[in-house]
């Protein structure tokens, strides 16, 4: 298993991540059993919209398999 952290210096405060990312992430941390004060924390990340159209389309199809598995018992 690796991690990724960046450096301070390599780190932009003002760009935000697209809303599918930021689900994403939020999606694998509560799979893993994350606690719940680190999901809010994840959910109130402010994210912005992906203006690519098919790129959005791809992601929300994964989304959407994600959220289905994840509701399974």
Do not use: N
């Not at 599918?20 to 719940?36: D, I, K, S």
């Not at 402010?46 to 398999?65: F, N, V």
């Amino acid at each position: 298993m690796f991690t990724y952290v960046a450096r301070p210096q390599h780190c932009e405060p003002r760009l935000k991540p697209f809303r599918w990312y930021r689900e994403l992430v939020y999606l694998g941390a509560r799979y893993h059993g994350f606690p719940a004060d680190y999901l809010q924390d994840l959910a109130a990340v402010e994210a912005i919209e992906d203006r690519d159209r098919d790129r959005l389309s791809r992601h929300q199809a994964l989304l959407a398999m994600l959220e289905a598995d994840a509701s399974r018992p």
